[in-house]
C-alpha cells in the first residue's frame, strides 16, 4: 500500500524551492520526506514539523536550534544540516539524504547482531556524539530509528531534535519530558535532567538490543517500561544470548547503570571502553553468531540468514529491502514522545510470605557482569590492576590525561612509554590507546605505551594572493591541504596567472585534505577586434597586435566571403579575451555552387518552391498584359550551377 496517498506534501514544492517527491518515515513530533532542491538540483531529507506543533514556539524553537546545532558539528558521522525555513504552517529542516536504511530496520530483519557488527556500528555512533558532547550538546533521543546506515556502509546520527546544551535540563516549562520511553535514562524519568550521561545510558540500551536483538526492558503500556528503567538494571545480554562475552555484559552494564555516576562520563569515555573490549576479544568472540530472532520479540517472517557469512572487512549488515514509511516501527515506545513529569508509580505490592525484591531475579553470571562493570567504571577514576604470580593486568586508562594516565599505570607498578597521535574524538592530551590494552597481560615492571590526542588535525589555508598558480599550488599542498576548483577572473592590477582569493581565506583552519579554491588571474581584458572578411596574413597581424593568438581552423567552410579570406571567428568580435589567448579563425572557400533546378512550364508556385528547396531566392518576372501561370524562362539554365543563395528569377508566359 502506498502510504504517501493523501499527504497534502507530496507532489508539493515547499517554500518554492523543496519539490517533496516521498514520505519516509513519521516519528512523534515531524515527517521526514525525500526531496529536490530544485535551486542546486541535488536530493535531500526534508524533516516537516506536525502542522499541530507549529503553533508550540517551544517546539519551533527546537526545531531551529536542531538545525544551527547539526550545522556547526561539521562531523562525517553525524548527517548534515544544509537550511532550515518555515512555509506557511510547515516548519522544515533540510537536511543530508543518506540512502540506506535505519538500524531498526536492520533490527526488525536480522534480529540480534554478531558482536563484531555490533561493535562497527557502535563506534562511529560514539564518534558522532563524542563530537557533539565536546561541542557541549547532548542529543537526548538516541536509539536506532536515529541510526542511518547508507547502501556504502557509513553509519550516520540522525534527529537532533531534542539536542540541547549539557547544562540544561530537558523539562518544558510544563514540566513535560520529551524522549523515547525505551531509551530514557533513569534521570530524565526521576528528575527530567539529561547531560552526556543520558545519552551514554541510550546507547547502551541499544548495544544491548544489537547483541541480542530486543529491548532490555518491554511492556504493554509506557508506564510500565518507565517503571522498569526507574527500578530494574539492564541485564547481561549473554542472558539472552549463550555464548556472549563477560566483557560485553561489562560493557552493556557500565553504560546503563542505573545511577549516572557510575556511568563512562560521555561518548567519547564510552567509545575508549568500546575499543578496549573489542582488543581483549578473540575472532572466535566477535564472530558468535546469535539466534535468528524478531527484533523486540515480535513473530516476523524469516528473512535469509545472514548471521553466518558475514565478511569481516564489511560486518555493518545491510537490509534486503526499505521497509514502508510509517512510525518507528508501529510502536509506540518508539516514538519521541512527551511525557508528563510525575513521581515514579509505587512498586507492584508484593505477595504474602514473599520477600521484597528490588527486580527480577538475576543469574549468577549476571551479578558477576555488574562486577566487571563496576571495575571498568573505576577504571577512569582509581587504580585497577590485577597481581598474577609474574604478570601485572594492565589498567583501562582510555581518555584519560596524561597525569592520571601515569599515576595509575605506575601506581600499578609499570612503566610508561608515551606516543601521541591526532584524532578526532579523544580530547587532546587524553589516552587514545595503549600497548598492551585494557586488561592485557604485561610482566611486572614493564612499560605499558600510552598514545596521547594530538587533538584533532587541523590545516591552515596560507595567504598566497598575488603568487604564480604554480607557487600557490605548491605552497597550498605543503601545508596538507589540496586546490580545489579554479575560477579565472580578469584583473587590471594582479599579473595573469597570480592568484586573487582563496576560499576559505588564508588562516582559517581546516582538516587536512580539505580542497581550497582558487581565484586566478586572467590579467587584463582585451577586445576581441573583427577580422572577418580580411585575409590570414592581416588577420593574424591584427590579431597578434593586440597580444592575441591565431589558430587556423583545420577545414574551410562555405561562405559568402571571398575564398581564401576570414570566414569567421571565436571569439566574435566585441567579446573579452584575456593577453596571450588564442583566436580560431575559419578559412572561407566561398560560396557554395548548386545545381539550378530546371522550372520551366512549372506554375509559379511549383517553380518557387523548387528554387527555394535548392538554396536560391526567387524572383519572379511577370508580363504586363495577361499574364499565365506557367514558366516561360529562367535566368540560369536548369542543370548549370549558380552561388548557393543567389536570386533565380522566373519569367512567367503572357498572352491570351
Known amino acids: 500500500m502506498d502510504t504517501t496517498l493523501g499527504d497534502p506534501l507530496v507532489g508539493h514544492v515547499l517554500d518554492s524551492r523543496y519539490r517533496v517527491e516521498a514520505r519516509i518515515a513519521v516519528g512523534g513530533m515531524a515527517t521526514v520526506y525525500r526531496a529536490v532542491d530544485t535551486r542546486l538540483d541535488r536530493v535531500l531529507a526534508l524533516k516537516v514539523m506536525h502542522p499541530g506543533l507549529a503553533a508550540d514556539e517551544a517546539f519551533v524553537e527546537r526545531f531551529i536550534r536542531e538545525a544551527k546545532s547539526v550545522a556547526r558539528l561539521d562531523h562525517p558521522n553525524v548527517v548534515g544540516v544544509f537550511d532550515q525555513g518555515t512555509d506557511g504552517v510547515y516548519v522544515y529542516l533540510a537536511m543530508e539524504y543518506v540512502a540506506g536504511c535505519t538500524l531498526r530496520d536492520v533490527l526488525r530483519e536480522r534480529g540480534a547482531l554478531q558482536p563484531r557488527a555490533a561493535l562497527d556500528i557502535a563506534e562511529p555512533v560514539l564518534a558522532a556524539l563524542g563530537a557533539a558532547h565536546l561541542a557541549g550538546l547532548v542529543h537526548r533521543d538516541m536509539k536506532p530509528e536515529n541510526v542511518l546506515i547508507g547502501d556504502d556502509g557509513r553509519v550516520k546520527v540522525a534527529d537532533f531534535g531534542l539536542v540541547r546544551a549539557v547544562d540544561t535540563n530537558t523539562t518544558t516549562n510544563s514540566g513535560s519530558v520529551l524522549g523515547t520511553v525505551s531509551y530514557l535514562a533513569p534521570e530524565q524519568l526521576e528528575h527530567g535532567t539529561a547531560d552526556t550521561r543520558a545519552d551514554?545510558?541510550?546507547?547502551?540500551?541499544?548495544?544491548?538490543?544489537?547483541?541480542?536483538?530486543?529491548?532490555?526492558?518491554?511492556?504493554?503500556?509506557?508506564?510500565?517500561?518507565?517503571?522498569?528503567?526507574?527500578?530494574?538494571?539492564?541485564?547481561?545480554?549473554?542472558?539472552?544470548?549463550?555464548?556472549?562475552?563477560?566483557?560485553?555484559?561489562?560493557?552493556?552494564?557500565?553504560?546503563?547503570?542505573?545511577?549516572?555516576?557510575?556511568?563512562?562520563?560521555?561518548?567519547?569515555?564510552?567509545?575508549?571502553?568500546?575499543?578496549?573490549?573489542?582488543?581483549?576479544?578473540?575472532?572466535?568472540?566477535?564472530?558468535?553468531?546469535?539466534?535468528?530472532?524478531?527484533?523486540?520479540?515480535?513473530?516476523?517472517?524469516?528473512?535469509?540468514?545472514?548471521?553466518?557469512?558475514?565478511?569481516?572487512?564489511?560486518?555493518?549488515?545491510?537490509?534486503?529491502?526499505?521497509?514502508?514509511?510509517?512510525?518507528?516501527?508501529?510502536?509506540?515506545?518508539?516514538?519521541?514522545?512527551?511525557?508528563?513529569?510525575?513521581?515514579?508509580?509505587?512498586?507492584?505490592?508484593?505477595?504474602?510470605?514473599?520477600?521484597?525484591?528490588?527486580?527480577?531475579?538475576?543469574?549468577?553470571?549476571?551479578?558477576?557482569?555488574?562486577?566487571?562493570?563496576?571495575?571498568?567504571?573505576?577504571?577512569?577514576?582509581?587504580?585497577?590492576?590485577?597481581?598474577?604470580g609474574q604478570f601485572t593486568k594492565v589498567p583501562a586508562v582510555l581518555d584519560m590525561t596524561r597525569e592520571k594516565a601515569e599515576q595509575e599505570l605506575r601506581g600499578a607498578g609499570l612503566g610508561v612509554k608515551v606516543k601521541e597521535e591526532v584524532s578526532d574524538t579523544i580530547e587532546r592530551g587524553h589516552v587514545i590507546s595503549t600497548d598492551p590494552g585494557p586488561g592485557g597481560r604485561i610482566r611486572n615492571t614493564g612499560?605499558?605505551?600510552?598514545?596521547?590526542?594530538?587533538?584533532?588535525?587541523?590545516?591552515?589555508?596560507?595567504?598566497?594572493?598575488?603568487?604564480?598558480?604554480?607557487?600557490?599550488?605548491?605552497?597550498?599542498?605543503?601545508?596538507?591541504?589540496?586546490?580545489?576548483?579554479?575560477?579565472?577572473?580578469?584583473?587590471?592590477?594582479?599579473?595573469?596567472?597570480?592568484?586573487?582569493?582563496?576560499?576559505?581565506?588564508?588562516?582559517?583552519?581546516?582538516?587536512?585534505?580539505?580542497?581550497?579554491?582558487?581565484?586566478?588571474?586572467?590579467?587584463?581584458?582585451?577586445?576581441?577586434?573583427?577580422?572577418?572578411?580580411?585575409?590570414?596574413?592581416?588577420?593574424t597581424s591584427a590579431l597578434e597586435g593586440r597580444g592575441l593568438k591565431v589558430k587556423v581552423a583545420d577545414d574551410p567552410v562555405f561562405s559568402d566571403k571571398e575564398k581564401g579570406a576570414v570566414a569567421g571567428q571565436s571569439p566574435a568580435k566585441g567579446e573579452q579575451a584575456a593577453k596571450g589567448d588564442t583566436v580560431t579563425i575559419t578559412v572561407s572557400k566561398g560560396k557554395e555552387m548548386v545545381e539550378v533546378p530546371d522550372v520551366t512550364g512549372r506554375s509559379e508556385a511549383d517553380a518557387k518552391r523548387a528554387l527555394t528547396a535548392a538554396g536560391f531566392a526567387v524572383k519572379v518576372d511577370r508580363p504586363f498584359l495577361f499574364p499565365r501561370d506557367s514558366v516561360e524562362g529562367q535566368s540560369v539554365k536548369g542543370g548549370d550551377k549558380a552561388p548557393k543563395g543567389d536570386t533565380i528569377t522566373i519569367r512567367l508566359k503572357g498572352g491570351l
Open 200 to 388: 551514554v545510558y541510550a546507547c547502551g540500551v541499544v548495544l544491548y538490543e544489537m547483541l541480542t536483538g530486543a529491548k532490555p526492558h518491554t511492556g504493554s503500556t509506557p508506564a510500565q517500561v518507565l517503571y522498569r528503567h526507574l527500578h530494574e538494571d539492564v541485564p547481561p545480554p549473554s542472558g539472552a544470548v549463550p555464548g556472549l562475552a563477560a566483557e560485553l555484559d561489562a560493557l552493556v552494564a557500565a553504560a546503563t547503570a542505573r545511577d549516572p555516576r557510575l556511568r563512562p562520563a560521555d561518548a567519547i569515555a564510552l567509545l575508549g571502553l568500546v575499543r578496549g573490549v573489542r582488543e581483549s576479544l578473540s575472532d572466535e568472540q566477535l564472530d558468535v553468531v546469535p539466534p535468528r530472532a524478531a527484533a523486540d520479540g515480535r513473530d516476523e517472517e524469516p528473512g535469509p540468514d545472514h548471521a553466518g557469512s558475514e565478511d569481516r572487512t564489511s560486518v555493518i549488515p545491510r537490509t534486503s529491502a526499505a521497509p514502508p514509511a510509517r512510525g518507528d516501527d508501529g510502536d509506540q515506545l518508539n516514538h519521541t514522545t512527551r511525557l508528563e513529569h510525575v513521581p515514579a508509580p509505587p512498586p507492584p505490592p508484593v505477595p504474602p510470605g514473599a520477600a521484597p525484591r528490588a527486580g527480577r531475579p538475576r543469574p549468577r553470571r549476571g551479578l558477576i557482569a555488574v562486577l566487571a562493570a563496576v571495575l571498568l567504571v573505576l577504571a577512569g577514576t582509581g587504580v585497577w590492576y590485577i597481581n598474577s
Open 447 to 539: 612499560k605499558v605505551t600510552i598514545v596521547l590526542s594530538k587533538g584533532p588535525a587541523r590545516a591552515e589555508v596560507p595567504n598566497v594572493v598575488g603568487m604564480p598558480f604554480a607557487a600557490a599550488k605548491r605552497k597550498i599542498e605543503g601545508a596538507g591541504l589540496t586546490v580545489g576548483e579554479v575560477g579565472r577572473q580578469f584583473s587590471g592590477e594582479t599579473p595573469q596567472n597570480s592568484v586573487l582569493a582563496t576560499d576559505p581565506r588564508p588562516g582559517v583552519e581546516r582538516r587536512p585534505g580539505t580542497a581550497v579554491a582558487l581565484t586566478v588571474s586572467k590579467g587584463e581584458a582585451l577586445d576581441v577586434p573583427d577580422v572577418s572578411g580580411l585575409s590570414i596574413g592581416d588577420a
